[in-house]
């Protein structure tokens, strides 16, 4: 353990420390600093620490959208804030803020035994609530845009706490302004929602969510509670789970092409996998990548998961070098027979 001085706070920093437990790809990879953020109060001193030092920062949540290289130079900071509290009621919603290193699927479970809906379908999503703007999670018809109301952020530009609304915070399709237009910038200590009251408003536009909800809920009307049983047995059928083999969910984007692009594609390929989504089409990258033979391929010590080909995992001792390459052919041979360009999810860092 190091201490060093930021402004007036003393900074507890460790060195050499091991992520392999802390990123879900279960990557054996080393910081070169390290320290847990447990309050706000922190972040000033971290950042200010870092800028005279001319480290790089990264900020880790729960390490499940990142590969990680063998070392790790700067100063590694995990969040690690606490707290849930409701901010106002209404009679139908509620408003509450989450500190940004709760646990998310432990928060929408959490949420769910007070009675606030709205979180169901993003249900055992790995991470953390503070990552979960970063590219506007989403699964089953919401994404998280949809129920936030603000982000609390710590503007490491400007060195002050500030709040940023939901149309600043710039949500797209696994995207936002701290992943791609301003990456760095912000570090998120909370996230406030707005949540339902009453379970009128479940989302079941996906068939295969509504036939396993009707399956769980038998005669009974659904309930938000269905909703997350439905959800948590879906994942669980298609994803593997990180504790038993390293993964990051979907390595790729789900491409979205034009119409002109799609209608000459399903011509070729009459049973293409894709939905409309305003003026073109979200083409499932996974259709694509099975459609080429990647599933279930082993490569090295990583590999493409046997059920689910978006997935790429770590069968154990595989690296960055490993997935970094196998991601390249697999990119290669999606553009060599359907000219889509496949765009990684997860961060490469560093
Ligand atoms: P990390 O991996 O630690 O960090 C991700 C990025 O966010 C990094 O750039 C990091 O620097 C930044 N970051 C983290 N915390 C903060 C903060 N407080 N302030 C600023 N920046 C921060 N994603 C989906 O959208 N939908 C899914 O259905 C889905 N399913 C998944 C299933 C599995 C099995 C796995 C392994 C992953 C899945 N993911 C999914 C991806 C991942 O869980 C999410 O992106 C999640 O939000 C990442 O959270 P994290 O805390 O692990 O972030
Ligand atoms: N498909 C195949 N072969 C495969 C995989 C998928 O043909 O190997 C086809 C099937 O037709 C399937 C369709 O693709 O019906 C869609 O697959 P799935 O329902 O599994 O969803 P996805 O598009 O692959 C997206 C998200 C997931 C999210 C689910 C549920 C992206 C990149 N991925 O996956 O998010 O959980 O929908 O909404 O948008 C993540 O981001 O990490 C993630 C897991």
């Known amino acids: 353990m190091v201490g060093a ?17 802390l990123n879900s790809f279960g990557f054996n990879s080393v910081a070169e600093r390290y320290i847990e953020l447990t309050q706000p109060a922190q972040l000033p001193a971290l950042i200010d620490y870092c800028q005279e030092q001319v480290l790089p920062c990264l900020i880790l949540g729960g390490g499940s959208n990142l590969v990680l290289s063998a070392r790790v130079p700067g100063v590694v900071a995990r969040v690690r804030l606490r707290g849930i509290e409701v901010v106002s009621r209404s009679q139908q919603t509620v408003r509450v803020r989450v500190a940004a ?10 949420l769910l035994d007070q ?14 609530v503070g ?35 939901p149309s600043e915070c710039q949500f797209s399709y696994r995207d936002s302004l701290f992943k791609s237009v301003d990456p760095g910038r912000y570090i998120i200590t909370a996230v406030e929602f707005e949540l339902f009251l009453n379970s009128d408003h479940l989302v079941l536009n996906y068939q295969a969510l509504q036939e396993t909800c009707a399956t769980i809920a038998g005669s009974q009307v659904v309930t938000p509670r269905h909703l997350f049983d439905a959800v948590c047995q879906l994942r669980r059928s298609k994803l593997p789970d990180p504790v038993r083999l390293g993964n990051a969910g979907s390595f790729f984007k789900n491409p979205h092409v034009s119409a002109a692009k799609f209608q000459a594609l399903k011509q070729t390929f009459s049973n293409l996998v894709a939905y409309p989504e305003g003026e073109g089409y979200k083409l499932a990258a996974g259709w ?6 990647w599933k279930g391929k082993h490569f090295e010590q990583v590999g493409v998961y046997d059920r689910q080909s978006l997935v790429l995992v770590n069968h154990g001792g595989g690296d960055r070098i490993q997935i970094e390459s196998l991601a390249v052919q697999i990119q290669d ?6 000219g889509v360009r496949l765009e990684p999810e997860p961060r490469y860092y560093p």
């Open 5 to 21: 001085a930021g402004g007036s706070l003393m900074l507890e920093l460790q060195t050499q420390v091991s992520l392999q437990a």
């Open 101 to 110: 290193g709760e646990s998310w699927h432990e928060t929408v479970s959490w």
């Open 115 to 128: 009675g606030f809906y709205g979180l169901e379908n993003l249900a055992l999503i790995p991470g953390t």
């Open 131 to 165: 990552a979960s703007p970063v590219q506007n999670i989403g699964a089953y018809g919401v994404e998280l845009k949809d129920r936030v109301t603000a982000v609390h952020v710590y503007d490491t530009l400007q060195s002050q706490f500030t709040q940023l609304t």
């Open 288 to 293: 694509l990548i099975e459609a080429c033979g």
């Open 333 to 338: 041979s999606v553009y060599n027979a359907f």
